[in-house]
């Protein structure tokens, strides 16, 4: 196994920026078109689906450690801040929001979380603005609720708690 990548171990949770926040199961080595490829086997419990990723594309795939608590309460400042109001768009907007919560960073997903918060128990807000608001929710829920080694149901009413109290 490659020593760049040793910082990830069986067990560990990591956040991968497609998918969230998953488990490594294992290491495994797999024949490929007759090539052995050594890849990480990484669970996530709440999609039911199982990731293999090379290690030695681990750190291009964007493969990290969860947020240290620090970064995590960075990023749920976050959610305290004034939305930006834009007048784009929502097309474009949410093409940005999509970006911003497959970055993987949390602040980011903490900025879409509060951009479309507000809107959250209007009437007029629209069936993907609140796909897009869920899907940051769940995703930034997932990570804080991993950092702060607490169920996703205290976590969501944590980050509520926070968002109502801006």
Do not use: C
Request: hydrophobic share 40%; charged share 30%; aromatic share 6%.
């Amino acid at each position: 196994m490659p020593k760049d990548n040793s910082e990830f171990i069986t067990g560990d949770y990591v956040v991968y920026p497609s998918h969230g926040v998953g488990q490594i199961l294992a290491m495994e080595t797999q024949q490929i078109s007759g090539h052995e490829l050594n890849v990480f086997v990484i669970v996530f419990e709440k999609d039911r689906m199982t990731l293999r990723l090379p290690v030695g594309k681990a750190r291009s795939a964007g493969l990290r450690r969860l947020s240290t608590p620090t970064e995590m309460k960075a990023a749920l400042t976050k959610l305290r801040g004034r939305t930006r109001a834009r007048r784009t768009m929502w097309s474009r907007r949410a093409q940005e929001y999509e970006a911003k919560i497959n970055s993987g960073d949390p602040a980011s997903i903490a900025e879409v979380v509060r951009d479309l918060y507000r809107n959250a128990g209007q009437a007029d807000q629209s069936y993907s603005e609140r796909q897009i608001y869920q899907a940051a929710l769940d995703r930034l829920v997932r990570e804080f609720a991993a950092v702060e080694k607490i169920d996703e149901a205290t976590a969501v009413q944590k980050l509520e708690a926070l968002l109502q109290a801006a």
